[in-house]
């Protein structure tokens, strides 16, 4: 695995080949990033990365002059590798190891981007949306929920979605703070 882009462009790392992750491929990272780069100043966002994983994305931002990135990652063996990239890499990353929807119930701090890339096979994803952008509340006034999920999940009427991509068998979502007029989904 690499980054793909910033200060850390190219720099390969190597997650323990035991960990249980579903890595974003750096075919779908390239095509989000391209999309994120047009619509936020990487320096001035906060980032939440849940399910972490390898940490991959937290690095990207990080590459990238983010300043403010909380990754919350449950596995022992993931946070674990994502504490030696912090050090190895002086990387700004603020590490909970914990589950996810008990930080989101306990989270009080607003994002400018928040990503979730869970296991596909986890049961409640469909709960994440209403979770992050009406319960909780986490996101800032112009901030974006992104949720990676299989092609079997479907957000086509969820009134927050803007944008739906697709890179083979990854789907991301994005989805805006507050709701959006009556429209059909950028694809």
Same mark, same amino acid.
């Given at each position: 695995m690499r980054v793909i882009s910033g200060k850390f462009k190219s720099r390969p790392f190597h997650p323990p080949q035991n960990i249980p992750t579903r890595p974003t491929t750096d075919f779908a990272k390239t095509g989000?990033? /391209? @999309?994120?780069?047009n619509n936020f100043e990487? %320096?001035? !966002?906060?980032?939440?990365?849940?399910?972490? $994983? %390898? $940490?991959?994305?937290?690095y990207e931002f990080a590459s990238r002059g983010c300043e403010r990135i909380v990754s919350v990652e449950r596995d022992n063996k993931c946070a674990d590798f994502i504490n030696k990239m912090k050090k190895e890499w /002086?990387?700004? @990353?603020?590490?909970?190891?914990?589950? !996810?929807?008990?930080?989101i119930n306990s989270c009080?701090?607003?994002f400018d981007l928040v990503f979730a890339g869970p296991p596909y096979a986890l049961e409640n994803i469909d709960e994440l949306p209403e979770l992050i952008l009406t319960t909780k509340k986490l996101l800032k006034p112009d901030g974006w929920f992104i949720l990676e999920t299989s092609p079997k999940?479907?957000? /086509? %009427?969820?009134? /927050?979605? !803007?944008?739906?991509? @697709?890179? $083979?068998?990854?789907?991301?979502?994005?989805?805006?703070?507050?709701? !959006?007029? @009556?429209?059909?989904?950028?694809?």
């Open positions: 989000l990033f /391209n @999309i994120l780069t990487f %320096t001035e !966002v906060s980032f939440l990365d849940l399910f972490a $994983g %390898t $940490g991959s994305l937290s /002086n990387l700004p @990353i603020d590490l909970l190891k914990m589950d !996810v929807f008990r930080f009080t701090e607003k999940h479907l957000f /086509n %009427t969820h009134p /927050n979605l !803007v944008r739906l991509k @697709i890179y $083979g068998e990854t789907h991301f979502h994005i989805f805006t703070a507050e709701p !959006v007029p @009556i429209k059909k989904p950028e694809t």
